[in-house]
């Protein structure tokens, strides 16, 4: 994070050689942090578009030789292969010979993303010499510095995204620009703007102002959510490990040569994430769907044809499942707890109330952007039986916000019940207990 300068430091910065002698360190951060604002952000946006979009170019071109040695097709076909699956990670949908793709593979989503925060926190540290000084800021001086550069960042994002749906776009794919504007924005202006705040030290500056319970409980829902997708990925992970068979069979029915299983695990990862949130779904009862009359869940599983895709082998068998997978719906009320209980030792609140508010706000916070995320996992993959794929959105939110805000009120009093009247208790029954004295 960079520290915004004080008055005295811009004073002098201001007048070089007159009163206040500077070092060549305090000149060259003053010119690193006082960079053009214009154009540092729209070119900061820009680049963090066209970054990930270079490398899905690259992968494309890599895989079209790999896969026939450049015998079919075209390299511009490659690279229109390669706009059309970075403009995927942007929300478009794209049709391919003539069905219509609208899944989002939110694993190149969250490179772009991760992408978008990288360059934004350097571009906030270019621009953090702009507007006000934290003295000023803190006595209330407006400062639009964030706000317009999150605007120009968000502004050259787009624009790459709107240059590539046009010069990628055919007759047959037609992607959905306004899709790609708005994803271009969310990305560049919440993820690159958020960067920016706090490459730039706005964000040290404006988190203090924020009520003390909405902190902790956004804290409570952040841990849940990343402990959740760790339990998520784990249950992911031994599923596919116990059938690997299954997904090594898919690959030699498959005839597939070194390129073609290359390029297959890198479209395995870019849709690693939406596995992880159908596991997820799985965990909390509700399930999925893998096409139209299909489901998957902890009481019952009804499958159908399947394409050949070796991550499909984590499906569990289809019919009655045992007994115990009824009993992993209370994974996330026990996970829920743990991190309200930890949040509450860690943070302590004595107040009754307070305890349970944060316990429960944080779960149920925790259950609403659960529930965003898996609405982002599904869409159509293929013809036919496979236009639906993906989990039971509303009912995930539904059991979410229930087991989560239990979890978090159950975990946050009875951590509280201890700091209060635990010690005290264990203490008396220990003071009520009498060694017998010995008898010389």
Aim: hydrophobic content about 50%.
């Amino acid at each position: 994070m960079t520290s915004l300068q004080s008055s005295p430091v811009r004073r002098a910065a201001g007048r070089p050689g007159k009163g206040t002698a500077r070092s060549d360190a305090d000149l060259r951060r003053a010119l690193a942090t006082s960079r053009p604002l214009v154009p540092t952000a729209t070119i900061g946006g820009a680049i963090a578009a066209g970054g990930p979009l270079l490398v899905c170019l690259a992968v494309a071109v890599v895989g079209w030789f790999l896969t026939d040695a450049g015998g079919a097709g075209s390299p511009s076909g490659a690279l229109r292969v390669g706009a059309h699956g970075w403009l995927l990670a942007h929300g478009s949908s794209v049709a391919v010979e003539g069905i219509r793709i609208t899944a989002i593979p939110l694993g190149l989503t969250f490179i772009c993303g991760w992408v978008a925060w990288r360059v934004g926190h350097r571009v906030g540290e270019s621009v953090s010499g702009h507007g006000p000084d934290a003295d000023r800021i803190a006595d209330g001086a407006r400062d639009w510095t964030v706000p317009l550069a999150a605007a120009l960042f968000a502004t050259g994002y787009a624009v790459v995204a709107v240059v590539t749906s046009a010069v990628a776009a055919t007759a047959a794919s037609s992607p959905s620009v306004p899709r790609v504007v708005l994803w271009s924005v969310l990305l560049g202006g919440l993820v690159g703007g958020a960067a920016i705040a706090f490459g730039s030290g706005r964000a040290a500056i404006w988190l203090p102002v924020v009520p003390v319970g909405v902190r902790d409980a956004a804290l409570v829902a952040g841990r849940i959510l990343r402990l959740w997708a760790l339990v998520s990925l784990v249950a992911l992970l031994v599923a596919f490990v116990l059938d690997f068979s299954t997904a090594a069979n898919v690959v030699s029915q498959l005839h597939a040569d070194a390129g073609a299983v290359l390029l297959m695990t890198l479209v395995t990862l870019g849709v690693a994430p939406n596995a992880m949130l159908f596991s997820s779904s799985y965990l909390l009862g509700p399930g999925f769907t893998v096409g139209t009359g299909t489901t998957v869940s902890t009481s019952a599983v009804v499958l159908g044809p399947l394409p050949m895709f070796p991550l499909l082998a984590a499906l569990p068998d289809q019919g009655a499942q045992p007994w115990w997978t009824e009993w992993l719906m209370v994974t996330p009320v026990l996970l829920a707890a743990y991190v309200a209980g930890r949040v509450q030792r860690d943070r302590p609140v004595l107040a009754w109330d307070q305890a349970a508010i944060r316990g429960c706000a944080g779960g149920i916070t925790a259950g609403v952007g659960l529930a965003a995320l898996t609405l982002l996992a599904g869409g159509a993959v293929g013809p036919g039986r496979l236009a639906h794929v993906g989990p039971y959105t509303f009912e995930v939110l539904l059991h979410a916000i229930t087991s989560f805000g239990i979890g978090g009120v159950l975990g946050a009093l009875a951590v509280c019940w201890w700091q209060r009247d635990g010690d005290g208790w264990v203490r008396t029954r220990l003071s009520a207990v009498r060694l017998p004295r010995r008898r010389d």
